[in-house]
């Protein structure tokens, strides 16, 4: 789905940004831009209460950033839709229990600031997501969920068709996950991928660029981009 939010081998290594062309940041939303897993674990705990379901928060956690749907496929669990709508009217109930991660949003807008076009990629459905990235005021340009066309991560689909929503070629974007699933998107989507460390999951082989906080991703930008003044 597109949707504009108001203001706010080896794998391939970042490109430096050039003088020439828009270039893109992608990034995850869950364990990238706010720690929802108190959202999360809340919304699993009604799960098991409405449903009967016995399996603990753990296993429906290391399958993050799959589509609710393949989640609860690959956990056997039965009536699948029952268990998406109270999963999600939880979630919603308890949204205000999740907190973005420190240093986030200002470093999102230094990227503003230095011409790059923001965009998420997420395995949210849009009516959860979208309020949560409404909080962060930030200025996305286009967000991905699995209510759009094409197949979920880990499918490339939602990261080129991002890309397509902001006229940007692969090789002059950023993917910032912190899912095996986010990071297989992006090879196959043949986008520089950024593994957010702070997050829930751990990399994969071949090992990618990993940064341990929001602040880090500067890193991305060359300093002449930086703006002056900023505290970030």
Same mark, same amino acid.
Do not use: N
């Given at each position: 789905? #597109?949707? $504009?939010?108001?203001?706010?081998?080896?794998?391939?290594?970042?490109?430096?940004?050039?003088?020439? +062309?828009?270039? *893109?940041?992608?990034?995850? /939303?869950?364990?990238?831009?706010?720690?929802?897993?108190?959202?999360?674990?809340?919304?699993?705990?009604?799960?098991?209460?409405?449903?009967?379901? =016995?399996?603990?928060?753990?296993? @429906?956690?290391?399958?993050?950033?799959?589509?609710?749907?393949? #989640?609860?496929?690959?956990? +056997?669990?039965?009536?699948?839709?029952?268990?998406?709508? $109270? !999963?999600?009217?939880?979630?919603? %109930?308890? %949204?205000?229990?999740?907190?973005?991660?420190?240093?986030?949003?200002? &470093?999102?807008?230094?990227?503003? %600031?230095?011409?790059?076009? /923001?965009?998420?990629?997420?395995?949210?459905?849009?009516?959860?997501?979208?309020?949560?990235? *409404?909080?962060?005021?930030?200025?996305? *340009?286009? #967000?991905?969920?699995? =209510?759009? *066309?094409?197949? $979920?991560?880990?499918?490339?689909?939602?990261? /080129?068709?991002?890309?397509?929503?902001?006229?940007?070629?692969?090789?002059? %974007?950023? @993917?910032?996950?912190?899912? =095996?699933?986010?990071?297989?998107? =992006?090879?196959?989507?043949?986008?520089? !991928?950024?593994?957010?460390?702070?997050? @829930?999951?751990?990399?994969?082989?071949?090992?990618?660029? &990993?940064?341990?906080?929001?602040?880090?991703?500067?890193?991305?930008?060359?300093?002449?981009?930086?703006?002056?003044?900023?505290?970030?």
């Amino acid at each position: 789905m #597109i949707m $504009t939010v108001p203001a706010c081998g080896s794998p391939p290594a970042p490109a430096a940004p050039s003088d020439h +062309g828009s270039r *893109a940041l992608l990034l995850d /939303l869950d364990g990238v831009l706010l720690d929802t897993r108190p959202v999360m674990r809340r919304a699993w705990q009604r799960v098991q209460e409405v449903h009967g379901v =016995a399996l603990p928060f753990r296993d @429906y956690e290391r399958h993050l950033g799959r589509e609710f749907g393949d #989640i609860m496929e690959r956990l +056997g669990v039965t009536d699948a839709e029952a268990v998406r709508r $109270t !999963y999600e009217a939880e979630s919603v %109930a308890t %949204a205000h229990l999740a907190e973005e991660f420190a240093g986030i949003v200002e &470093t999102l807008h230094a990227f503003v %600031a230095a011409d790059w076009r /923001l965009g998420v990629v997420t395995s949210k459905h849009v009516d959860r997501a979208a309020p949560l990235l *409404a909080r962060l005021g930030c200025p996305f *340009a286009t #967000i991905r969920t699995p =209510a759009g *066309a094409g197949r $979920t991560k880990p499918a490339p689909d939602p990261l /080129l068709l991002a890309l397509v929503d902001l006229g940007v070629d692969p090789a002059s %974007a950023v @993917y910032v996950g912190d899912m =095996a699933v986010d990071q297989e998107s =992006a090879a196959r989507a043949g986008v520089p !991928y950024v593994h957010a460390g702070w997050g @829930y999951g751990q990399p994969t082989a071949p090992a990618p660029k &990993t940064v341990s906080s929001p602040r880090e991703l500067l890193s991305l930008l060359p300093a002449k981009q930086l703006v002056e003044g900023s505290t970030v």
